[in-house]
């Protein structure tokens, strides 16, 4: 058997991939970084990469709600049914309708060509939705997961797989 260093941990030493969490975060990070490089952009920007980069939000923000949405909610409510837990499940979904909405418009304006200034102010508004779910999520429903039994690397496993097969379908 292989010495580990002491930072790794049996479960560390078994982990296919990342955990649910760990792919989620990452999700999150992701998504910050797209809204930032857009709000940081400046009005000279080729219409092609504004298009470009709008598109990735889109289909960025698509696959993680599907994720959620399919797999990691469900997981939640089934391992963790208390009610404070199930309230910020239920909060959850309802943000994820709004920033459907959103995303909806942002396709609608990508169709027809017309990246305007309403496209900017849907995703200021889209940008805000996802910072105040990725806060509810991180400080709030995580640390609950991560204090129950919930098997993480099992879920993050599934998340990665049905992320491959939805990236695939959208691109």
Do not use: N
């Not at 030493?13 to 992701?30: I, M, V, W």
């Not at 509810?136 to 992320?163: F, M, N, T, V, W």
């Amino acid at each position: 058997m292989p010495i580990l260093p002491l930072s790794a941990t049996p479960r560390e030493e078994r982990k296919s991939g990342p955990d649910a969490l760990t792919l989620l975060r990452d999700d999150h990070a992701t998504l910050w970084k797209l809204f930032e490089a857009y709000d940081a952009r400046t009005e000279s920007l080729l219409d092609d990469i504004r298009t470009r980069m709008v598109t990735r939000i889109c289909i960025e923000l698509t696959v993680h709600a599907t994720l959620e949405e399919e797999i990691f909610y469900p997981a939640v409510r089934a391992s963790l049914g208390d009610r404070r837990v199930l309230r910020m499940l239920e909060e959850a979904q309802i943000e994820h309708a709004g920033a459907k909405q959103l995303v909806t418009q942002l396709e609608t304006a990508l169709c027809s060509h017309t990246l305007d200034d309403k496209t900017d102010s849907c995703l200021r508004v889209l940008h805000h939705y996802v910072r105040h779910h990725v806060e509810q999520e991180e400080q709030h429903l995580y640390p609950e997961i991560e204090a129950s039994a919930l098997d993480i690397d099992a879920l993050g496993r599934k998340l990665a797989d049905r992320r491959i097969r939805l990236k695939a379908s959208l691109q």
